[in-house]
């Protein structure tokens, strides 16, 4: 097990440049063995996610090779393979979404349930549904999950989605690009990760496009080529970095920083009076006043990000007054707060008033507990003392990061493999920008 060792009060300067985005770098990866010759992925992050995906991708038969900095060839002609391994489950979000790939080449797949982060229930069943009105059959046994294509290929339809859902968006766009027929898809996720999917696909000979606000329509081609693809730049990598350093009192360029993907987070920070400008070389971030206190909602895009909020919580600690942070995406998505608390932090768990909860949350209520809280209040400002601490997902651990690098005395953090999922080598670039951390095994 990996552990950081870190030492606080040292505001961050320089520059950063964030690589391909997470969430879309894994997905774009599965999609490209829709094809029926090799893709070229431009600017993937070397994030263990990306890792352990070209290990599954290398198990079913196909091929992926580092052919530059941070280019992978990807060679799907070769696959031989419907299942994947069960182990896989315990690591990885992305097994469900090779079911449309394994199904689309072989007419059948057994994948394990996926695991990844412990913030809640996901509702697999918006996945399922989708592929079964694209004419899959599937069953649940033993943890693992089989679906079949009894009529060979996937049949267009109509699916409009209960609740909105990014990953399952993406994996009925995949189903989709190869079925028979027109599919529309409707109350679909338009995050930028979803969007780049699709132009990936596009660029791979699908014929996808919105027709209506959260309406997709996909008309069915018979076969996708290999393309050259540049992953988009990770947003979440940006808002970590951009708090990191509005937190320490700092002030950081975030080459490749996209201001069109983060209007909601920009909107808050000038809320709190945070600074940040806008340029062609990426976005500035940088303190130049005492932050005061203001509140949030998570939603769904172009709405403030689930991922942004544990990461806001470290930022609206430092800023004088009571903030509230209302998460409506994710069913639990507060367990970083315990951990906050003892580094110093003012917290309240509580459950506000809500009209109409079922519109409301994008989680399914049916899985929430009777006295179950979904905001967080934050009295400020704070100042977090070191401590030590197991890291239990992806984002609440580059949390704690932001914590003890904004405080005063030392912190250990324990299991860093879970931010190493998802973030590029994230402490041996804060140490650029001028932070006192290493890394011991």
């Keep these: 097990m990996t552990k950081l060792i870190i030492e606080g009060g040292v505001p961050l ?25 090799p893709s070229r992925l431009l600017n993937l992050p070397q994030i263990a996610d990306v890792q352990l995906t070209s290990q599954i991708i290398r198990s079913l038969g196909g091929q992926v090779e580092k ?8 060679d799907p002609t ?40 412990k913030i809640g229930k996901r509702p697999l069943e918006r996945h399922f549904d989708g592929l079964k009105a694209l004419g899959a059959k599937i069953e649940i046994k033993d943890n693992q999950i089989h679906a079949s294509l009894p009529h060979g290929k996937f049949q267009g339809t109509n699916y409009h989605f209960a609740k909105n859902t990014h990953t399952g968006t993406e994996t009925l766009l995949l189903a989709a690009a190869l079925a028979e027929g027109v599919t529309i898809l409707e109350n679909a996720a338009i995050e930028p990760e979803v969007i780049d999917l699709i132009n990936f696909l596009n660029e791979m000979g699908a014929h996808i496009k919105q027709i209506k606000p959260r309406v997709f329509e ?42 069109g993907d983060l209007t909601a987070f920009l909107q808050k920070l000038s809320e709190i009076g945070a600074g940040y400008q806008v340029g062609d ?53 507060f367990q ?17 008033p809500v009209d109409n909860p079922e519109k409301v949350y994008n989680f399914n209520l049916a899985d929430d507990a009777a006295d179950a809280c979904h905001a967080l209040k934050i009295f400020g400002p704070t100042q977090f003392q070191g401590g030590n601490f197991h890291i239990h997902d992806l984002r609440a651990g580059a949390t704690l990061i932001l914590a003890a690098l904004s405080g005063s005395g030392q912190t250990t953090l324990e299991n860093v493999e879970q931010i190493d999922r998802g973030y590029e080598k994230l402490d041996y670039r804060l140490c650029q920008l001028g932070a006192k951390i290493k890394r011991l095994k």
């Design 78 to 117: 070769k696959l031989t393979h419907h299942r994947l391994d069960p182990e896989v489950g315990e690591s990885s979000r992305a097994s469900t979404i090779f079911l449309p790939v394994l199904l689309a080449k072989f007419g059948q797949a057994i994948v394990p349930a996926p695991g990844g982060d």
């Design 67 to 74: 052919r530059g900095e941070r280019m992978l060839w990807l």
């Design 218 to 259: 996909i008309i069915g081609t018979n076969k996708l080529h290999g393309a050259i693809h540049k992953i988009m730049p990770d947003r979440n990598e940006v808002v970590s970095y951009a708090c990191a350093a509005i937190a320490t009192k700092g002030d950081i360029v975030v080459e490749n920083a996209r201001e």
């Design 336 to 352: 970083y707060a315990q951990a906050l608390s003892v580094m110093g932090a003012k917290l309240e768990i509580f459950q506000p």
């Design 281 to 333: 070389f990426g976005i500035r971030f940088f303190y130049y006043q005492p932050l005061q206190a203001t509140d949030i909602t998570t939603t769904i895009h172009p709405g403030f990000m689930t991922d942004w909020q544990p990461l806001w919580a470290t930022l609206i600690a430092h800023c004088h007054g009571v903030s509230t942070i209302h998460e409506t995406v994710m069913q639990s998505r």
């Design 13 to 37: 300067h320089g520059s950063v440049r964030v690589g391909g985005a997470k969430n879309a770098s894994y997905k774009i990866m599965i999609a490209s063995l829709l094809a029926d010759s």
